[in-house]
């Protein structure tokens, strides 16, 4: 019986607590709102980037993916791995089967030396995966200031936005007094000590604008054997469309499907509604 009577008492109490603290934090928030923070205020959404593989219709530009992965082999590949990538898949872009071979064979993958067990590396084949720079976490921290380069082979889903933030990221380096120059004196105000870290690079497109990566690409880095345009813009394109295509292989594919699907979904409205008519043709209401 008392806790009958108690139950209902300590029910409002918790219930008046929450209201309190909900109450009180709103309050707070309007009066006291939060200080802006530098990376708020210097960060940058992601630049607009157009591709053949946007909307629901997209499809690869092959050449163009072609580019991205070369800059990836002469540029990328030095930090970055594609662990999820094999080989053989280089064959949607276009390659044929001795292309992938002979380029498979142009990397070294570890591998098992079959006369002592002994690891070894060997020269890839096309059912292997694209290898690691690194052989572990720690190598990678040694060799790049603390930080362990990301893999990229789900990159452009991972992040939001992915092909246009790989885009703006590329091109949107700055120099070390990048606070100055990209968002004026008005926000130095606020902070008058912002400055990149030593051994970091000032990018208002990454999250925390400063990252151990130097600037990967400029004008010239890769020359193409077709003449394609290789200024900073052309290879920051390249290079997203590549990992458009790393993230989702079968979206072709899956566009495809889509339209077969939608098709179908036509002829099956037509014959439900067919078969309607002639169901209840001789029935009246």
């Not at 690194?134 to 992040?159: E, G, I």
């Not at 968002?183 to 400055?195: I, M, N, R, S, Y």
């Not at 925390?208 to 990566?213: F, I, P, T, W």
């Amino acid at each position: 019986m008392m806790y009958r009577l108690i139950a209902p008492v300590i029910g409002l109490f918790f219930a008046l607590s929450v209201l309190a603290a909900f109450v009180s934090g709103a309050y707070n928030a309007i009066t006291e709102p939060a200080q802006p923070t530098a990376e708020k205020l210097f960060h940058r959404a992601p630049k607009e980037l157009k591709l053949q593989s946007d909307g629901w219709a997209g499809t690869f530009d092959r050449p163009q993916v072609q580019r991205g992965y070369q800059i990836y082999k002469e540029v990328c590949k030095a930090c970055h791995s594609l662990k999820y990538v094999a080989f053989r898949d280089l064959e949607e872009l276009g390659y044929t089967p001795d292309q992938v071979k002979a380029e498979a064979a142009s990397w070294q993958v570890p591998g098992i030396d079959p006369n002592t067990g002994e690891a070894n590396m060997r020269p890839g084949l096309p059912t292997d995966y694209f290898p690691s720079p690194f052989a572990n976490d720690t190598a990678a921290r040694a060799a790049n200031n603390n930080a362990v380069p990301p893999d990229l082979s789900l990159m452009a889903k991972a992040r939001h936005e992915g092909p246009a933030y790989i885009y703006s990221l590329m091109t949107g380096f700055a120099s070390q007094d990048g606070y100055k120059n990209d968002k004026g004196q008005e926000l130095l105000k606020l902070f008058p000590d912002a400055k990149t870290p030593q051994g970091l690079h000032f990018n208002p497109y990454f999250a925390n604008l400063n990252l151990a990566m130097p600037p990967p690409l400029a004008n010239g880095t890769v020359t193409f054997a077709d003449g394609s345009p290789n200024d900073l813009d052309s290879e920051a394109k390249d290079v997203a469309a590549f990992l458009v295509w790393t993230a989702e292989p079968n979206l072709e594919k899956r566009h495809q499907t889509g339209w077969w699907f939608i098709l179908f979904l036509f002829f099956a409205t037509g014959l439900g509604y067919c078969a309607y008519r002639n169901v209840w043709a001789d029935k009246k209401h």
